[in-house]
């Protein structure tokens, strides 16, 4: 039984994960940010011992997935934009000593990763590259079962790859990135900068809405959806370049207008892709729905402590 633990900017997911992958129970707390580290882990520590009790189960280990950068060696939170007053912090410790068991952290994106790597969509599969899109565009490498690491255990940043160098600035400091242009926001943003005078629905253009008018045929709307599969083509198309994986699990708000865009993702490939065999990279859709993060947070126990462990069941 795993505690699992996803800090987002906003909130902390907290639950209890058996060895199949499945949430027990689940519970959630703000980030709070402004009130500091301490307070934040103590209700994650309290949510934890509820969950214990709800299901009349021990926690046998403990699994972090965070919005990064975080040191899973040392188990530290870096340089966060959410909570920058908590670089420093180890959770991994202070959970370890009261709980006393096994805590591991991993960034969100690797998190996630981990997860459909070892109970979702990517199961089974050698190379696996997971890509998150919502806000931003987080992206987890999995070979072999293991977490791809730059130097110092650090995360590659693929998120802030450039697709474009005359593309939009990025809050990174370059311009251009795949984040800054195939994002919902950077599709928000493009619409916001191309309505036309007396465009009928000026109120509250999130990505789900312009993903709505575009399949109810609204042409600008059409525009801002092909505009952005055809830059998440372009991105992935880079990927399958680079890595030639297994398959590419494509997850993340976003991605639950996928019909809008595999289409365009799939011709992009193909047409940028010569070089290598893409045709054997499986481009498949997230399996673990919205526990995903906290089945992920599980999953980064595993990865630590019992890499071959927890099997996935029917
Ligand atoms: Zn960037």
Redesign the pocket.
């Known amino acids: 039984m795993i505690g699992a633990v996803d800090i987002g900017g906003t909130k902390i997911a907290v639950g209890i994960v058996n060895a199949g992958g499945q949430v027990l129970t689940r519970s959630q707390v703000p980030t709070n940010a402004d009130a500091g580290y301490r307070r934040a882990i103590d209700s994650v520590v309290q949510r934890l011992r509820h969950a214990e009790k709800v299901t009349n189960q021990k926690i046998t280990g403990i699994g972090i997935g965070s919005t990064g950068p975080v040191y899973p060696l040392t188990g530290e939170i870096g340089d966060v934009n959410f909570f920058p007053n908590w670089k420093g912090e180890n959770p991994v410790k202070d959970l370890e000593r009261t709980f006393n068991v096994g805590v591991a952290i991993e960034n969100d994106a690797d998190a996630a990763a981990l997860g459909e790597s070892g109970w979702g969509a990517g199961r089974n599969k050698t190379r696996l590259i997971y890509v998150t899109v919502g806000t931003g565009i987080g992206v987890g490498l999995i070979f072999d079962g293991k977490v791809y690491r730059g130097v110092d255990y650090s995360h590659p940043e693929i998120?802030?790859h450039m697709i474009d160098p005359s593309g939009p600035s990025?809050?990174?400091?370059?311009s251009g990135?795949w984040?800054?242009l195939a994002t919902g926001p950077a599709m928000e943003a493009w619409m916001a900068d191309n309505l036309p005078a007396g465009y009928p629905h000026r109120e509250s253009l999130t990505a789900k809405k312009i993903c709505d008018l575009a399949r109810a045929g609204d042409n600008l709307a059409q525009r801002a959806v092909e505009r952005e599969a055809r830059y998440l083509g372009v991105g992935l198309a880079n990927l399958v370049t680079l890595y030639v994986p297994d398959a590419i699990v494509l997850g993340g708000s976003v991605m639950k207008s996928s019909d809008l865009f595999l289409d365009t993702i799939h011709k992009t490939i193909a047409a940028s892709c010569h070089f290598v065999p893409y045709e054997r990279t499986q481009v498949a859709l997230a399996s673990l729905g919205e526990d995903a993060n906290l089945i992920g947070a599980a999953r980064v126990w595993y990865h630590k402590f019992a890499p071959s462990g927890g099997s996935y069941v029917d």
Request: charged residues 10%.
């Open positions: 998120g802030h990025c809050y990174c400091g370059f990135c984040e800054s």
